[in-house]
Structure formats: structure tokens, C-alpha cells
């Protein structure tokens, strides 16, 4: 598998591509997915898509676990700084 290419990056290339109204509804569901993910202007802070789904998935199972009742754990994301990102 290559390595994850930059969201922006891939939706520049959507957009030069195929129907233009098509492309923007594209955009701008990626855009939200990434903002789910990562928070305000998450599309634009450096995050793959591969990191959005794993992201995604976390999402996904700790919702599962928590309507079984099960205990999650919580997980962080560190920032380039280092801090943890909630």
C-alpha cells in the first residue's frame, strides 16, 4: 500500500476532475468528516485519510462498547507540540 497522500492534496484532484457540483459535495463531506475527527479546521492541519478512518473506526467501536456497557478507554492524540489533543 503507498503512503497516505495529504487530504488537501486529494481534494485539489477531486475537484479538477469530473462534474464540478459532484466534486464540491465531495469536498465539502470530506471537509466535514475531517472536522469530526480532529475538530475546527481539521482538513487543513495535516491529518491523512487513513488517520481520519482509523479515527472513524475508534469513533465506531467505543460507540459499540459503550451500548454493550463495556468500559472504554480513552485515547489521545498528540499534537505537534506534544500535548494531548482531545
Do not use: W
Request: proline content about 3%; some cysteine; overall charge negative.
Amino acid at each position: 500500500m503507498s503512503e497516505p497522500q495529504h487530504v488537501s492534496t486529494y481534494v485539489q484532484e477531486a475537484l479538477a476532475i469530473g462534474d464540478g457540483n459532484l466534486c464540491q459535495v465531495q469536498h465539502e463531506f470530506i471537509e466535514e468528516v475531517f472536522e469530526l475527527c480532529f475538530g475546527h479546521d481539521g482538513i487543513n492541519r495535516g491529518f491523512s485519510m487513513d488517520e481520519a478512518l482509523k479515527k472513524i473506526r475508534e469513533f465506531s467501536d467505543n460507540a459499540l462498547a459503550f451500548e454493550e456497557g463495556r468500559t472504554i478507554q480513552p485515547t489521545f492524540t498528540v499534537g505537534e507540540d506534544g500535548e494531548p489533543m482531545i
